[in-house]
């Protein structure tokens, strides 16, 4: 390696998943001549603890970067069930997701990364250094960066050279794959659990003879985790004989997101999980990540451009603002509002009563919804009609939401 291989980046990113190479490719889709450097302490393709949907509002972000093939070769899922103890709707989605394994997804992402220029390097970073007066660029293990972007997940080491702590709102949760029985096929799944909320068990058919299942729950102290043992127990519980023939069971913390987006240093960006972008309600974080990346990547192209790095933040922080600020609001409040089962109770019948509130939430859990006037009536008509846990009928009816 030369060493002007290791010097004159001009953009730096350490982590090459989901969020790290749509920083490349936004980076890279404004400006192709600039000289892009992913960093992962992984070669691809590797494994990745999540729950693998693909919402298409991903889709909706990589195509702006002229990535169209995101569920290429995988069939779409319509059909979307929820469950609470008694209460259960299940509804046809606007629009069809994925359930994407991540060995599969993330190859694919860092595939278009390096061939729209990007130089991907397999390398632990041990060394961050970032000039807090902003007049030396950061410098991460010996190599120096115009811009910085730390898309290092839940532990970034990018986070804490910054001076922001690995901590906050956090759930723990395991996945693993088992064969998907005939009644599941073709569903992603959600039953809702009773202990701390929110927290579930899930099964996402993959569409090839497997889902991907699993269980997490909120975490309110880092001392007080789950077991394996209860999270496994819990699974089968809430989903039985989803661990029946279960194999790559991997455990993970996530990261929730707050009320607002957090700001950025001048040259030092933070992108999905590594910027504590994680939905609260539901844990997912790959249309967070994506969006974010990409967001990330124009504006250090365009903070590059005209020759003011350290522009890369603020430029960045706009973005993120318009894009997330009041969908953050709304996803923490839902979060908060469900930890009451009679809440989560209501927004479950109101998704059965109303295509248009089931529409809403899949937006709030999946995209960058909001709590839409017509779902906030419904959750209210709800909780009125006294839909409380000691309220609710026998068995769970799946009922679909009629579509008017």
């Known amino acids: 390696m030369s060493a002007q291989a290791d010097s004159g980046w001009d953009l730096v990113v350490v982590g090459a998943g989901p969020a790290g190479a749509a920083t490349a490719l936004g980076a890279l889709h404004e400006n192709p001549a600039l000289r892009v450097l992913l960093l992962d302490r992984d070669d691809f393709p590797r494994d990745k603890a999540c729950g693998d949907g693909i919402a298409p509002h991903v889709a909706d972000v990589l195509a702006t970067v002229e990535v169209h093939d995101v569920g290429q070769g995988w069939k779409p899922l319509h059909t979307l069930a929820l469950r609470h103890g008694g209460h259960g709707v299940s509804g046809r989605l606007r629009r069809p997701v994925w359930v994407i394994p991540r060995r599969v997804f993330d190859a694919r992402l860092v595939r278009h990364a390096t061939d729209a220029g990007a130089v ?155 910027a504590h972008l994680i939905n609260p309600m539901t844990g997912e974080g790959i249309f967070y990540a994506v969006a974010t990346g990409v967001a990330a990547g124009r504006a250090a192209a365009r903070a590059l451009r005209d020759g003011s790095p350290a522009g890369a933040g603020p430029r960045y922080d706009r973005a993120v603002g318009r894009l997330l600020s009041t969908h953050l609001r709304h996803t923490w409040a839902a979060a908060r509002l469900s930890r009451s089962p009679a809440v989560l109770d209501a927004g479950i019948h109101a998704a059965g009563r109303d295509p248009r509130a089931f529409d809403a939430l899949v937006e709030l859990g999946l995209g960058d919804g909001r709590i839409t006037p017509r779902l906030a009536g419904r959750l209210a008509l709800g909780l009125a009609a006294g839909l409380t846990p000691r309220s609710r009928p026998g068995p769970a009816s799946h009922r679909p939401p009629r579509r008017r």
Do not use: C, K
Request: aromatic fraction near 6%.
């Open 120 to 274: 991907l390097r397999r390398q632990r970073v041990r060394d961050v250094r970032v000039d807090r007066d902003d007049r030396d660029n950061p410098m991460v293990d010996g190599i120096e960066a115009g811009v910085l972007v730390g898309a290092d997940g839940a532990s970034s080491v990018v986070r804490r050279a910054v001076g922001r702590p690995v901590s906050g709102r956090r759930a723990v949760a395991i996945r693993g794959y088992s064969p998907t029985p005939p009644g599941r096929q073709g569903i992603q799944e959600i039953a809702y659990g009773d202990r701390r909320h929110p927290s579930y068990a899930w099964a996402f058919d993959r569409g090839d003879g497997l889902s991907n299942v699993g269980y997490g729950e909120f975490v309110p102290d880092r001392d007080d985790r789950p077991t394996r043992r209860l999270m496994m127990e819990e699974l089968e519980r809430l989903i039985p004989g989803s661990t029946e023939g279960g194999t790559d069971w991997r455990a993970h913390h996530l990261p929730l997101s707050g009320w607002r987006p957090e700001s950025s240093a001048s040259r030092v960006l933070l992108v999905g999980d590594a």
